[in-house]
């Protein structure tokens, strides 16, 4: 089941930002010490009333900048081609703004339901300004406090009026996406993969601007395949295409099991390289490199690039490295038989006396070093998880769980259990119950 869209509009400091926070209801993780963890929120998915749904978050319309048009166009252009209800905020205590009419004119465009939210109502200059907005020609007009919760209920109830309440049908296929920056060659991986033209392929970057799905069958086993518009890092001029394209990609990633993250090997690994595969770490996503375009490769061998790989993506050792080239089809025949096996990973499951075995070993190997008096005290261990998997340790006091050593509990795991291609999660609890 895809899930339905809703994108909040307007301009800086009219409360956007707390309306979205409070329909979230949770401050969005950020996994710090991973390269190219986005820091501006774009979207997240939410829920109302067991309804569930994606929130666009398109930043503030500045008038101030110089590039004003562009901007607002970005925003328009974001609400208009994705959402399927925009939640147009406006500044109940400043009255209509130019800013407001220009956005107004665009979003009259689309056939796309627009709620007029009048926010800062609980004061006495939004009271007297609330009627002049009805001045903008929409249909539906909700006044609210973004901070005192006034009307928030009847915004949500009116957002969510006609989505379904329905449980998500479960579908058991795997489903992977290609994901990369644009141009190294993703749609012409997919076609080779499905063995026809399924996908337009261009050169010019940036062509496939919408995520699309295909099932490819392989040994009697059916997958779906996600192909996304190139992810391009943001710069001073973002233009819509590219939030647009990225935004396609998160959801893309979100909606995967594995991701395959291509690299070009023409142009060698580029920085923004890390922060896509950022993006699919975060999320927990199975990871497989695809390096493409390696029949142009000349001067250096597999195991040469291989070494930069490792060097570059120190933070993603566990993931396997596929060499080949898309267009002329050599080496295709390697990638399949690793998406199986991290398929068979991310849902890998270790039985408990089995664990404490290899953790209690671990932690005898290499026992912790005490700080203040106390010393790490690990009482038992075991999976809770898969996709990615997911492991808790029953602790004497987690306060005393240093990074490195955490790190070295990761390590043992893998060294004992074959996780290539997945990240994992451990989690540390105190025995006593104290969470």
């Known amino acids: 089941m895809k899930l339905p869209t809703v994108a909040l509009v307007g301009r800086p400091n009219v409360g956007k930002s707390t309306l979205f926070n409070k329909i979230i209801g949770k401050k969005v993780s ?34 101030t900048k110089m590039d004003f048009n562009t901007e607002i166009k970005m925003q328009a252009e974001i609400a208009i081609r994705e959402a399927d209800i925009v939640v147009f905020i406006v500044d109940g205590k400043e009255g209509i703004t130019a800013n407001d009419l220009f956005v107004r004119d665009l979003l009259r465009k689309s056939d796309k339901k627009i709620i007029v939210a009048i926010n800062k109502i609980d004061t006495k200059e939004a009271q007297n300004n609330l009627y002049d907005f009805y001045e903008l020609g929409f249909d539906t007009y909700i006044p609210i406090s973004s901070i005192h919760n006034t009307g928030y209920i009847e915004l949500m109830d009116t957002v969510t009026m006609n989505f379904k309440e329905q449980e998500e049908v479960e579908d058991n296929r795997v489903k992977f996406c290609i994901i990369g920056r644009p141009n190294v060659g993703k749609s012409s991986l997919m076609n080779a993969l499905l063995k026809e033209d399924r996908v337009v392929v261009s050169n010019i970057a940036g062509t496939t601007r919408d995520s699309i799905d295909s ?74 490199f695809v390096v493409n375009k390696w029949d142009t490769v000349k001067e250096t061998t597999i195991q040469e690039f291989e070494k930069q790989m490792r060097a570059e993506f120190q933070f993603a050792t566990y993931a396997p490295i596929v060499f ?93 259990f074959d ?16 969470e």
């Open 419 to 434: 996780f290539e291609g997945t990240p994992m999660i451990l989690q540390f609890k105190n025995r006593s119950g104290d």
């Open 30 to 63: 950020i996994i710090e010490d991973l390269p190219g963890v986005t820091r501006d929120r774009i979207y997240q998915e939410a829920s109302y009333n067991r309804k569930r749904f994606y929130l666009i978050d398109t930043g503030g319309i500045d008038a």
């Open 215 to 288: 099932v490819l069958k392989y040994n009697n086993e059916e997958f779906v395949m996600i192909d996304t518009a190139g992810m391009r890092k943001k710069g001073k001029v973002f233009e819509s295409v590219e939030k647009y394209s990225l935004f396609r990609s998160l959801k893309a990633i979100d909606r995967s099991d594995i991701c395959l993250v291509v690299i070009n090997a023409e142009e060698g690994i580029k920085e923004h390289d890390k922060h896509i595969t950022g993006y699919a770490i975060e999320r927990g996503k199975g990871l497989i």
């Open 324 to 416: 080949l080239s898309a267009l002329t089809k050599k080496r295709i025949h390697t990638l399949m038989p690793e998406v199986i096996k991290v398929k068979e990973n991310i849902n890998k499951e270790i039985k408990t006396s089995v664990l404490n075995e290899v953790i209690q070993d671990a932690y005898q190997l290499n026992i912790p070093p005490s700080y203040k008096g106390k010393r790490l005290k690990i009482y038992f261990s075991s999976q809770t998880g898969v996709k990615p998997p997911k492991f808790t340790f029953r602790v004497n006091n987690k306060g005393l769980v240093h990074f490195s050593y955490e790190r070295y509990l990761e390590n043992k795991i893998r060294e004992n």
